[in-house]
């Protein structure tokens, strides 16, 4: 069974910077897509960013140039090091993993002050 495991959300000013970490653990496909959505209250959930097993990465137009994306694979661990934080940044921020199903993390909160 796979599990998703993020850790790194909490209090962070504007124009800060904060890191996120998501462990996996189970059975998992060597092929595969590690990424993040977040979901602000009142709002759905969106898409973030990727990153595939073999370094193919992609962003939202909202997050490209400040975060970025990186994935450890012998460790099965993806990273999301958020700079540049911005008022609309807050959220929980959810781990996805996609090998041959798709799976969530619980989230971790991620809060912005100004």
């Known amino acids: 069974q796979v599990q998703l495991v993020e850790s790194g959300g909490g209090l962070v000013q504007a124009g800060g910077s904060l890191r996120l970490s998501c462990a996996a653990s189970g059975s998992i496909f060597s092929a595969n897509i590690m990424g993040w959505y977040r979901q602000a209250p009142g709002k759905q959930r969106e898409y973030v960013a990727g990153?595939?097993?073999?370094?193919?990465?992609n962003y939202a137009d909202s997050v490209r140039g400040r975060f970025t994306i990186s994935r450890d694979n012998a460790k099965k661990t993806v990273y999301l090091q958020m700079n540049s934080v911005k008022p609309e940044d807050p959220a929980v921020y959810y781990c996805?993993?996609?090998?041959?199903?798709?799976?969530w993390g619980q989230g971790t909160q991620v809060t912005v002050s100004s």
């Open positions: 996805t993993l996609r090998a041959g199903g798709s799976y």
């Open positions: 990153i595939s097993s073999s370094g193919s990465i």
